[in-house]
């Protein structure tokens, strides 16, 4: 039997791994950020392979030096993201998971009330509502192209296919995407 809830309540309790999934979402799928290092290491390739063409006395050493930098630089930005996303779970004290924010999906919108300061979101309208991403354990809910609530599965007084259905009726298929 289906129920057509008029409000969702979600209190949203967060862990390293969630966070983690989403930061990894956030900035190589949605954002695309892993394209420039890939085109980065194809220039050096090239250069490096254009190098050793050339076949002059110093090609294999010009060669090997591009080669370092573009798997290296790359690399550098990848650790570093990583190192980024670890000391950002670790300052918001996800381990063990915690109770971050309580979010109420409603008719008219979208309020979180962030359970540390117990203050409350003024309603966000539907129609300001980016879009939202249903991602394995956890959906994503951008109310602003910087800002998303995650809404992991299981914890909403509701089941996980109807805050899905509840956020495309209210959101609209097209702004949906999983």
Known sequence: METNPE?????????????????????????????????????MTAFAFAALLIRKEQSGMIAAVLLVIGIGLPLVYAGSFLSQV???????????????????????????????????????????????????GC??????????????AGQADAPDHEVWDFIQDHLGADKCKG
Do not use: C
């Open 7 to 43: 409000m969702i309540t979600i209190p949203v309790k967060l862990d390293e791994k969630t966070f983690r999934h989403f930061a990894y979402f956030d900035m190589f799928i949605l954002r695309k950020k892993w394209i420039r290092p890939v085109v980065f290491f194809l220039i």
């Open 86 to 136: 670890n000391m950002q779970a670790v300052s918001r004290k996800l381990k063990p998971a915690r109770y971050v924010y309580t979010v109420t999906l409603g008719g008219e919108g979208v309020t979180a009330k962030d359970n540390g300061k117990n203050e409350e979101t003024p309603v966000i309208p539907w129609e300001k509502v980016q879009r939202a991403f249903r991602r394995k």
């Open 139 to 152: 959906i994503y809910l951008y109310v602003t192209a910087a800002k998303a609530f995650l809404l992991p």
